[in-house]
Nanobody, 125 residues
Framework: QVRVVDSGGGLVQAGGSLRLSCAAS????????AGWFRQTPGKERQFVAV????????YYSDSVKGRFTISRDNAKNTISLQMNSLKPEDTAVYYC??????????????????WGQGTQVTVSS
């Protein structure tokens, strides 16, 4: 069993930066990919970024490419999402997730098995 706890959200002005963090428990965490998703009221959860189990590959949605950076530290069982040049449309609840499946860089909600509780990011214009 893996427990995921995400944090670091807050209120920031457009153009600013935030860093989200995710701490995971469980010895198998370092063997699998992990990612970030976001969701706004009334809409489906959307893919943001994913990192492979060894950090060797990353993949981003077009909407955040070039502005967000995902990273991981397997020794500490943590994942981070550095968000720069934030826009009002980035406002959402952000969720960290990890999988127990052998998919190198999964991007679908259904590919992930363990989710954090979510952290609110609000970008004011």
């Amino acid at each position: 069993q893996v427990r995921v706890v995400d944090s670091g959200g807050g209120l920031v002005q457009a153009g600013g930066s935030l860093r989200l963090s995710c701490a995971a428990s469980g010895r198998t965490f370092s063997r699998y990919a992990a990612g970030w998703f976001r969701q706004t009221p009334g809409k489906e959860r959307q893919f943001v970024a994913v990192i492979s189990w060894n950090g060797g590959a990353t993949y981003y949605s077009d909407s955040v490419k070039g502005r967000f950076t995902i990273s991981r530290d397997n020794a500490k069982n943590t994942i981070s999402l550095q968000m720069n040049s934030l826009k009002p449309e980035d406002t959402a609840v952000y969720y960290c997730a990890t999988t127990s499946r052998n998919i190198y860089t999964p991007t679908r909600v259904s590919d992930f098995d363990y989710w954090g509780q979510g952290t609110q990011v609000t970008v004011s214009s």
